[in-house]
């Protein structure tokens, strides 16, 4: 099975010297984020997420369908993430690695069981139809902080996204096609965003947002999922080295404010994006009704 290519002896030595000296070798605090960058496709629901060198796209897609026998009042929401050969010599078409597996299950926790996306919304009909929405999560470069973007991108799309609109008389259900009706978008609850820390030297240093380099070489990482009201979603430790308590404390406070940096950020994109769209819009129809 094809590997990452590691780091020798001696960078992995310089790495950890440097932090033992609070250096970064991109020259970051300890508790920033690399460069944000968050653009939307022509379609709705597309979000293309760069985090530093890290790049993460994110389509949301929806159909109508048979909502699951024991859940008749819910819509269906799934995600799936794709890992992309060009991204790292270390992912292959149809194998899963542990990367994978964490991140899937991750996202799974983080987005879908913390009921971001209210799946109530969904139903069309208690028992016969509802909206299935799915969530693709394509890996294409990846130089670390692979959970914190893919996060960033599913909860941004879902955001962006918008359903047809849908029509019940009776029995029968009609979609409207964009053209008939303006498509409705998807109701969230809350907008769940993860942080990680990796540490070293036995818990004594923490990082934010650790590079794939800095990723080779930790002996541990602890994922904390939050909503901008400081609602703790979820905390997942990987790796056997001990954390301290008041060091955990720590992170979620940092936590926090990453994550209401980060909100604002995506909010901020989705009404530049929105204006973007109205120009050939409403703006447009009004102008033309002027005219005339």
Do not use: W
Not at 241 to 270: E, G, H
């Amino acid at each position: 099975m094809p590997r990452e290519a590691e780091l020798s002896l001696n960078e992995r030595e310089f790495l950890l010297q440097a932090l033992g000296e609070n250096v970064r070798l991109d020259g970051r605090a300890f508790d920033a984020f690399r460069d944000l960058d968050l653009t939307f496709g022509d379609e709705y629901g597309v979000a293309d997420v760069r985090l530093g060198k890290t790049r993460v796209i994110a389509r949301i897609s929806a159909e109508v369908t048979a909502p699951f026998a024991d859940r008749k009042f819910d819509g269906i929401f799934n995600i799936s993430t794709e890992f992309s050969p060009m991204a790292s010599p270390q992912f292959e078409v149809g194998r899963q690695t542990d990367a994978e597996v964490i991140l899937s299950r991750i996202l799974e926790k983080a987005i879908r069981r913390s009921g971001a996306l209210d799946t109530e919304s969904l139903c069309i009909i208690a028992g016969a139809k509802c909206f299935s929405v799915r969530a693709d999560v394509h890996i294409v470069d990846h130089d670390g902080g692979l959970i914190d973007a893919s996060c960033i991108a599913v909860v941004a799309a879902l955001q962006h996204f918008r359903r047809s609109d849908v029509a019940v008389e009776g029995e029968k259900v009609t979609v409207f096609s964009t053209r008939e009706r303006e498509p409705v978008p998807l109701s969230m609850l809350h907008h769940p965003l993860c942080v990680t820390f990796s540490y070293y030297n036995t818990g004594e240093v923490m990082l934010v947002d650790a590079t794939l380099a800095e990723e080779q070489v930790r002996e541990g990482e602890i994922i904390i999922t939050m909503n901008r009201y400081g609602e703790v979603c979820q905390i997942a430790k990987y790796g056997g080295t001990p954390v301290n308590p008041l060091s955990l404390l720590q992170c979620t406070n940092v936590a926090l404010n990453k994550v209401q940096a980060m909100t604002k950020y995506i909010q901020r994109r989705l009404e530049e994006d929105a204006k973007k769209r109205d120009v050939g819009g409403l703006i447009a129809e009004l102008s033309a009704e002027n005219a005339r």
